[in-house]
């Protein structure tokens, strides 16, 4: 059983969310991606810096990338020298020709070196009207600004503006790397923390430090010991034990008897079946089954979890998940 939740008071100061209180701010504390930050170093050095497109998953570390940058750039007053908008919020035309083009089209004028920074994060969030603004915007201001675009999805950014922009990749961050990080702040915020912890943080996380910094500092303020077993109660997500019986029940019992007691498992544990479809996948690609079977599951997954994002009744979704097992069997047979 887990344990109970704790009743904690927190100290002054205390409420800081652990996400902005390690964020790294320069290019030296930032824990992967060295590729991309040496190159990017290298053309603040030579004065040659472009607008830069930045793109990929959640939590990889984009807008710490570009806060970085800002940094680098302008030192102490980069504050001042920074506009940093979430698109988005702000995302019409007008934000476009009113504060952009303002901030862009003046300078600073007790300091002769120095270009200002335009940071967009969520920029695929903007609409194309203000996406077509901004691209002229861009070349009629590019001696004085320059512009950092943050993404999680580049084919919505027009193309017009990615010529205009030298794209960097960030890749989810690699384990040894999150597990590092983890251990670090664990530390220092004297977590009382068991070794099988961190590895199912991880794998709940699937690269992304932004939510992984939130699981443990939620289960820590929530139970007195950061487990595994916490970890899953905390994020509600279904334990490796409950996986397992899922997976007993579809590979070995009939249509009715799997139906209903895959019915009382996930109503018992209060599950979503999204994310138990998302951990019986990683199943299905790892045990040993004919490729008819293995496709043809992939591709009805693929199915039903379209219907699930479209609030499709779960119950009627369920019989639907295992009868996809059923006929892989008689695939296989």
């Known amino acids: 059983m887990a ?6 008071v927190p100290e002054a100061g205390s409420n800081l969310m652990w996400v902005e209180k390690y964020r790294p701010e ?9 590729h991309i930050l040496t190159t990017v170093t290298r053309l603040i050095e030579s004065n040659r810096l ?4 930045f793109y990929g998953p959640p939590g990889t570390g984009k807008t710490t990338a570009a806060l970085a940058v800002a940094r680098q750039m302008n030192g102490k007053p980069w504050r001042t020298m920074t506009l940093e908008l979430n698109a988005s919020d702000e995302r019409g035309i007008n934000v476009v020709r009113d504060r952009i083009k303002n901030f862009a089209s003046t300078r600073q004028m007790f300091t002769s070196k120095g270009i200002k920074l335009v940071i ?3 920029a695929d ?4 009207d203000a996406q077509f603004a901004m691209r002229r915007i861009m070349e009629q201001y590019t001696k004085n600004v320059r512009f950092i675009l943050i993404c999680n999805y580049v084919n919505k950014i027009i193309q017009a503006i990615q010529s205009r922009c ?3 990749r960030f890749c989810p961050l690699e384990r040894t790397s999150i597990e590092t990080r983890l251990r670090e702040i664990a530390t220092l915020e004297n977590v009382n923390m068991d070794e099988d912890a961190v590895p199912t943080i991880i794998d709940l996380c699937e690269g992304d430090m932004r939510k992984c910094l939130n699981i443990l500092q939620s289960t820590y303020q929530s139970f007195p010991i950061v487990n595994s077993e916490n970890v899953h109660t905390c994020t509600g997500s279904p334990s490796p034990e409950i996986i397992d019986s899922i997976w007993t029940q579809l590979l070995e019992s009939e249509f009715n008897e799997c139906l209903q007691n895959v019915q009382q498992i996930i109503k018992n544990n209060g599950m979503a079946l999204a994310d138990v479809l998302r951990l019986i996948h990683k199943n299905v690609l790892q045990v040993e089954m004919s490729p008819a079977a293995r496709s043809f599951i992939v591709k009805e997954f693929g199915e039903l979890e379209h219907r699930l994002s479209h609030t499709s009744q779960e119950e009627v979704q369920i019989a639907s998940f ?5 006929i ?6």
């Open 3 to 8: 344990a109970e939740p704790m009743d904690i």
């Open 26 to 34: 320069d290019f030296s504390e930032i824990i992967s991606h060295e």
């Open 50 to 53: 472009p607008h830069l497109l």
């Open 120 to 122: 967009l994060d969520e």
């Open 125 to 128: 969030s903007m609409t194309n």
């Open 166 to 168: 030298t794209r960097f």
């Open 322 to 326: 295992v009868s996809i097992f059923v």
């Open 328 to 333: 892989a069997k008689s695939k296989m047979t």
